[in-house]
C-alpha cells in the first residue's frame, strides 16, 4: 500500500510569509495526525482528525495556524505569518483507527529566514 | 522537567555490537511503550510495542520495560551499519496504545560503524 505522501518535501521562507503544507494519508485510515518536530526532538501532537472533525487541537497556535480536512481525506496545515520560530519538520501520520499504530510521512522540512 | 527523558547521545558502536537504548519516564500513568526507528530526512516507523512490564522480542530487537522503576529500553543484538538511525521512545497512558496522549522522547542517534 501506498504511505503517508506529504508535500513539498523542504520548504523556505522569509518571516511573515504564509506557507502551507498538504498531507494525503494512506487510504481508508480515518484518523490524520500533524506533528511538528523541532531538531533534536521528539514530535509534538499539533492537531488530530477524526475523518473530517478536528477532536485535539489543544496544541496548536491557533492565532497563526490552521488546518482542514476536507471531505475526511487529504489534509492541509497553513501557517501565516510564519516567525523564525517555526523553523522544524512537519509531520503528518495516519492511523486506521484511534488506537491503530501510526504511519508517518517523510515530513516538510521548513526553514523561515 | 519532561515526562519523557531520553540520552540523545550520539552513540557510535561497531557492526556486530549489543546496542541498549534506554528511557526513563515520570508519569505513571503510562501504559503503553513504543520504539520508533527515524532514518535522516524520514518520517518515523514504528519498530515495536509492549503493554506493561515484561519483555518482548523481535528477531534482533528485545523492548524492556520496568514501570515499577519508570524505565524502559531496547536492546540490538548483532547490530548492523543499517541500524545506524535515530530511536524514539514513545508512551501513551491509554492501554489501548492510543496515539491521541503520546509523548516521545527526544531520540538516541545511533551509528554503526562497519
Known amino acids: 500500500e501506498a504511505g503517508v505522501v506529504q508535500s513539498p518535501r523542504y520548504k523556505i521562507i522569509e518571516k511573515k510569509q504564509p506557507v502551507a503544507f498538504w498531507c494525503n494519508p494512506i487510504?481508508?485510515?480515518?484518523?490524520l495526525y500533524w506533528y511538528r518536530q523541532n531538531l533534536g526532538q521528539g514530535p509534538e501532537l499539533l492537531i488530530r482528525?477524526?475523518?473530517?472533525?478536528?477532536?485535539?487541537d489543544s496544541q496548536l497556535p491557533k492565532d497563526r495556524f490552521s488546518a482542514e480536512r476536507l471531505k475526511g481525506v487529504d489534509s492541509t496545515l497553513k501557517i501565516q505569518p510564519a516567525e523564525l520560530g517555526d523553523s522544524a519538520v512537519y509531520l503528518c501520520?495516519?492511523?486506521?483507527?484511534?488506537?491503530?499504530?501510526?504511519?508517518f510521512g517523510n515530513g516538510t522540512r521548513l526553514t523561515v529566514t | 522537567q519532561k515526562e519523557v527523558e531520553q540520552d540523545p547521545g550520539p552513540l557510535s558502536v561497531p557492526e556486530g555490537a549489543i546496542v541498549s537504548l534506554n528511557c526513563t519516564y515520570s508519569?505513571?500513568?503510562?501504559?503503553?511503550f513504543m520504539w520508533y526507528r527515524q532514518y535522516s530526512r524520514k518520517g518515523p516507523e514504528l519498530l515495536m510495542y509492549?503493554?506493561?512490564?515484561g519483555n518482548k522480542e523481535d528477531g534482533r530487537f528485545t523492548a524492556q520495560v520496568d514501570k515499577s522503576s519508570k524505565y524502559i529500553s531496547l536492546f540490538i543484538r548483532d547490530s548492523q551499519p543499517s541500524d545506524s538511525a535515530t530511536y524514539l521512545c514513545?508512551?501513551?497512558?491509554?492501554?489501548?496504545?492510543?496515539?491521541?496522549?503520546?509523548?516521545f522522547g527526544s531520540g538516541t542517534q545511533l551509528t554503526v560503524l562497519p
Open positions: 508519569n505513571s500513568a503510562f501504559q503503553y
Open positions: 509492549t503493554y506493561s512490564s
Open positions: 514513545a508512551m501513551s497512558p491509554l492501554s489501548s496504545g492510543s496515539a491521541r496522549q503520546l509523548t
Open positions: 487510504s481508508g485510515h480515518n484518523t
Open positions: 482528525y477524526e475523518n473530517e472533525e478536528a477532536v485535539d
Open positions: 501520520a495516519s492511523s486506521l483507527a484511534d488506537n491503530s499504530p501510526l504511519h
